[in-house]
């Protein structure tokens, strides 16, 4: 199996993860949800979290250096799971063409795909974690089952995972993460103790993007609402910096032809931001996700604005498709 490369885990979550590992032992909840807007690391803290569970040196966190350290950031520790829809399984650190590693239960393996990756975790994933959750520890005192992001989960699923979170066998211990915790089944939220994560300091976030070779890292953070690895992925889908300091007066122009190469996804994204924004202004308020909406911008009526971001809601939810 390729060994995935281990990004270092952004400094913004170093003292919750400090703080729940101090709280480990007895204290310890076995099953945490990790919650907070998307682009802030949740993954990245679960896997750390797993880490330090699973490491075979006496200290709270990590050391990064004994075997199963490197088991886990190769994604193939015998007590580590991950349950992630197959369209983030690149996101985790999974191979993605489904090959060994990882859960072992997600979708169709046999033969060429002809259809798009799921974006769910399916029953069959959550059966096989469960499966494994029966089994004796291989390595480590802890097994550990990380769900990313916990919305993924459809009722079937959820349900499914219900009674082992509630009494689960052994030191099985299990990291939720998500991005929009109200979107939970009540019930999978109160078996969690919930850890929330709030946007990181700017200053941070910017030193985060620039050290990921983002260039005008202002700028994408802005249209990230200050996510920063939200605003990674908008570049790395090709969002230019440039172009999005200027979409509000290129929208006001029609000229379709300076975001012709942003992804249907990403432009879609980026019109709610602006209807968000443009309300903003009707309102006398300053915009989050752009500086300059031109001179314009206050003279749109409130009404039509909701009218067209309820459309553009509506559009968003096929864009994948």
């Not at 310890?28 to 750390?48: I, R």
């Not at 005192?141 to 082992?164: C, D, F, G, S, Y």
């Not at 000229?255 to 012709?260: M, P």
């Not at 409130?302 to 559009?315: C, D, H, S, V």
Request: charged share 20%; glycine share 8%; proline share 7%.
């Amino acid at each position: 199996m390729m060994v995935m490369p281990r990004a270092a885990m952004p400094e913004w979550l170093r003292p919750t993860l400090a703080r729940l590992l101090r709280l480990d032992g007895e204290r310890a909840h076995h099953a945490l949800l990790l919650h907070g807007p998307q682009g802030v690391g949740q993954l990245a803290l679960a896997l750390e979290l797993a880490r330090a569970w699973l490491c075979e040196a006496p200290r709270p966190q990590a050391c990064g250096e004994c075997r199963s350290c490197h088991l886990v950031d190769e994604r193939s520790h015998p007590d580590l799971r991950l349950l992630v829809p197959e369209a983030q399984r690149g996101e985790a650190g999974l191979p993605e063409d489904g090959a060994a590693g990882e859960d072992s239960g997600g979708g169709s393996s046999s033969g060429k795909k002809t259809r798009k990756p799921s974006r769910a975790v399916l029953i069959d994933q959550v059966r096989a974690a469960l499966d494994f959750s029966e089994l004796t520890a291989a390595r480590a005192r802890h097994k550990v089952i990380v769900v990313h992001p916990a919305e993924a989960l459809n009722a079937i699923a959820a349900n499914a995972l219900l009674k082992t979170l509630e009494e689960p066998p052994g030191a099985m211990r299990f990291v939720l993460t998500s991005g929009d915790a109200q979107a939970l089944l009540p019930t999978l939220r109160s078996r969690c103790q919930g850890v929330a994560l709030g946007l990181p300091p700017r200053a941070l976030a910017l030193a985060w993007l620039s050290a990921q070779g983002v260039g005008e890292p202002d700028t994408v953070l802005d249209a990230s609402g200050g996510q920063p690895l939200r605003a990674l992925e908008l570049v790395q889908a090709g969002l230019d910096a440039r172009a999005w300091q200027l979409f509000p007066q290129t929208i006001a122009r029609g000229d379709s032809a300076a975001v012709a190469g942003w992804p249907l996804a990403v432009l879609l994204d980026a019109l709610q931001k602006l209807c968000h924004d443009r309300a903003l202004a009707t309102l006398g308020a300053p915009g989050r996700y752009f500086r300059d909406l031109g001179p314009a911008a206050a003279a749109v009526p409130l009404a039509r604005l909701t009218e067209a971001a309820a459309w553009l809601r509506g559009q968003a939810r096929h864009a994948e498709h």
